[in-house]
């Protein structure tokens, strides 16, 4: 299932809401996506992923990129809600990379 992608600004914070799977089918779709978001919208970014079920080593390298060009312009990644299955994974490679929160509500 491909990775879809929506997003709203709130309070200065440009939440970014993921469907689907962060897979080698993403390649550099995701941070091409991201890098666009970020010429009009604020560099923090709040990236919700309720809505993907599977991560492989390749979204976990597309999140790894959407980090580092966020910290070179002075922004900040956060990843929001991931699946417990996520989470592990998540925890395991990027705990002392990237904020990872388990709760947040905006739709």
């Known amino acids: 299932?491909?990775?879809k992608l929506r997003y709203?600004?709130?309070n200065e914070i440009t939440h970014v809401f993921l469907t689907g799977e962060l897979t080698q089918s993403i390649k550099s779709n995701l941070s091409n996506s991201i890098e666009k978001i970020i010429?009009?919208?604020?560099?923090?970014?709040?990236?919700?992923?309720?809505?993907?079920?599977?991560?492989?080593s390749a979204g976990i390298g597309e999140l790894l990129?959407?980090?580092s060009m966020l910290y070179k312009r002075d922004g900040r990644l956060v990843i929001v809600n991931p699946s417990p299955e996520c989470k592990e994974i998540l925890n395991?490679?990027?705990?002392?990379?990237i904020?990872?929160?388990t709760s947040e509500s905006v739709t």
């Open 1 to 3: 299932m491909p990775c």
């Open 8 to 10: 709203k600004v709130i």
């Open 39 to 56: 010429t009009h919208c604020p560099k923090i970014i709040h990236l919700d992923i309720t809505g993907i079920k599977y991560i492989d």
């Open 65 to 67: 990129v959407i980090h």
């Open 92 to 97: 395991t490679i990027l705990r002392n990379i």
């Open 99 to 101: 904020e990872i929160k």
